[in-house]
């Protein structure tokens, strides 16, 4: 099937041609312009085709009392092309919907794949600069968890709860070995899967796990619910572009659009209420997702709108390294009490010395990604959620007014001009014009509409469920909430309000002040050596971040330190 612009540019040449002989059918000498038009547009073969006018009494559709050029094979190939014409002018119709709709779509997945590497970045080089005896043996968990972070946003079914778990219960042999009792590390794989198991009961991390669960929530369920909600907007308009017409709209198709050629009335066009008659009555299921559609489009808007701050997966994720370096210094703050805690579950162990693997970070790998970036405020992730649905909004009414669309646009002729009737050529349509949706074509006088269509009324259910799940995601004023269900499934819901742990803002947490700068600015060095010339009172030793020559009491000084001026990101 060609397309639409090739179609009309030919289809003007040809009927142009046609309008040197439009006469009426009474007048009608030849059938050439009819066959002519019908080969170019069916590439159909010409025999057996009408030289001239003749009776048809074995047409179906096209009934008419005067002499005609069409013949009962001729019928069926038109009702075929006035079935591919329409859908040819739905698709044209929908053309730049369906773009900016599959658009965004891949352009928020781009940039969501974006920022889950940049944070992965930012993680690993806080444990390159900062902790850098741990970063190797790091890794894997990083990437496992920004590997999970990805797999749920993109709609897998991976439970936050378990990876946001799994990545601190893996932290936490790590930060004993080398912050809380360091110099050695123990030689038994035994003891750092107990270490690891008594994280939970032990709570070294404070409730910064609490908090970054709740933010994870806030955040990603929203931004996964966007996505899925894009692709079934993509979903609909495929399924309107593709849309089977019953027998009584392909025959009203044709009688419309076909049946003037078999009387020589090849440059016709329909009378407007004619049109609008057979294609409300072609359309009137599709009309019935107007509602659902102008509802799914004010849904999105709520939810983008609500999208900011904690509940901003952009935020959450490039300010995620800044909560794994508080819960790293809550646990070396509180290492004696840890200590003690550990050799109640897992006794004490059997060590031996081992040099630590340190990170390689090399200046190449920087290059490629690894260092970190600022951020141009007009490229940030809410903005362009804010262009898009500023431009979806233009499309509440798109379903509502789709058949009048395709007439005026399209298909019907011009005010005050002489058009076809259905039957003849005639100054305006008589008959009444009946609205749009089902229930309005009790009275259409040209397309019986029977039943329902099972295909739209399954793609209505999907709108349905994915706006109480829009509607659901935006927090008004309610927080996130990940509660797992009895199969280890996520039960998605809300529940209760926003506190000063969860990173909200308040008297009793700084922390989204200071975060809210991490899309403007970040060090790209935060070593501990920048602390300078931290002295014991005793020692005098300067603090070294490899490890060697540290004691624990000048490391706590230090961390204490990196901590108070990490609050005050001016004095950088």
Request: aromatic share 8%; glycine share 8%; charged share 20%.
């Amino acid at each position: 099937m060609m397309d639409a612009q090739t179609w009309r540019v030919g289809c003007r040449c040809l009927l142009l041609l046609a309008l040197v002989g439009f006469t009426r059918s009474e007048g009608m000498q030849s059938c050439e312009e009819v066959r002519k038009l019908f080969q170019w547009r069916l590439v159909g073969p010409v025999r057996g085709l009408p030289d001239s006018p003749r009776a048809g009494p074995d047409l179906q559709v096209c009934v008419a009392k005067k002499p005609t050029c069409c013949t009962r094979k001729m019928e069926e190939r038109y009702q075929i092309a006035a079935r591919q014409d329409m859908q040819q002018v739905l698709q044209t119709s929908s053309s730049a919907l369906k773009f900016l709709i599959s658009r965004n779509a891949a352009a928020f997945q781009e940039t969501l794949e974006t920022l889950i590497r940049q944070a992965e970045n930012y993680t690993s080089i806080l444990f390159c600069n900062t902790y850098r005896n741990m970063a190797l043996e790091a890794a894997a968990s990083i990437q496992e968890f920004f590997t999970d972070v990805g797999l749920f946003l993109f709609g897998a079914d991976v439970n936050p709860e378990e990876f946001v778990n799994r990545f601190f219960d893996s932290l936490f042999p790590l930060v004993y070995n080398h912050l809380i009792n360091p110099g050695v590390t123990d030689s038994s794989l035994e003891y750092s899967e107990c270490i690891r198991m008594a994280r939970r009961d032990i709570g070294p991390f404070g409730n910064i796990p609490q908090r970054v669960l709740g933010q994870m929530g806030r955040s990603l369920l929203p931004s996964r619910t966007f996505l899925q909600a894009l692709n079934l907007g993509i979903e609909v308009i495929n399924t309107t572009d593709h849309l089977r017409f019953s027998k009584e709209c392909s025959r009203a198709l044709l009688r419309m659009q076909y049946c003037p050629h078999c009387q020589g009335l090849t440059f016709s066009k329909p009378c407007m209420g004619y049109c609008l008659n057979v294609v409300r009555g072609c359309l009137a299921h599709v009309a019935e997702l107007h509602p659902h559609w102008h509802t799914y489009i004010q849904s999105l808007e709520e939810l983008s709108d609500a999208m900011h701050g904690t509940y901003d997966v952009e935020h959450v994720l490039l300010n995620f390294h800044l909560l794994v370096n508080d819960a790293v210094m809550q646990a070396h703050l509180d290492g004696q009490t840890i200590l003690e805690q550990v050799y109640k579950i897992c006794g004490r162990p059997v060590r031996k010395p081992t040099q630590s693997p340190r990170c390689s970070f090399d200046g190449s790998k920087e290059k490629h990604g690894m260092k970190i970036s600022t951020r141009n405020g007009e490229e940030t992730l809410a903005n362009r959620r804010k262009e898009f649905i500023n431009s979806l909004r233009l499309y509440r009414t798109f379903y509502g007014g789709l058949a009048d669309q395709l007439c005026v646009n399209e298909l019907a002729a011009g005010d005050g001009r002489p058009c076809w009737s259905g039957e003849d050529i005639v100054k305006s349509y008589t008959q009444r014009v009946v609205g749009n949706g089902i229930k309005a074509q009790s009275g259409n006088p040209e397309v019986k509409v029977k039943g329902t269509d099972p295909v739209i009324n399954q793609i209505i259910d999907k709108l349905k469920h994915v706006i109480q799940l829009l509607q659901g995601r935006s927090p008004k004023p309610n927080k996130w909430e990940l509660h797992t269900g009895s199969g280890g499934g996520v039960d998605e819901q809300l529940s209760g309000d926003c506190d000063d742990e969860d990173g909200c803002g308040g008297s009793g947490s700084g922390e989204v002040k200071r975060t809210l700068k991490i899309t403007d600015w970040m060090p790209e060095e935060m070593n501990l050596s920048d602390v300078k010339q931290i002295h014991q009172t005793d020692g005098g030793g300067t603090l070294d971040t490899a490890g060697a020559g540290c004691t624990a009491a000048t490391e706590t000084m230090a961390l204490t330190l990196m901590g108070a001026l990490m609050l005050l990101p001016g004095l950088w």
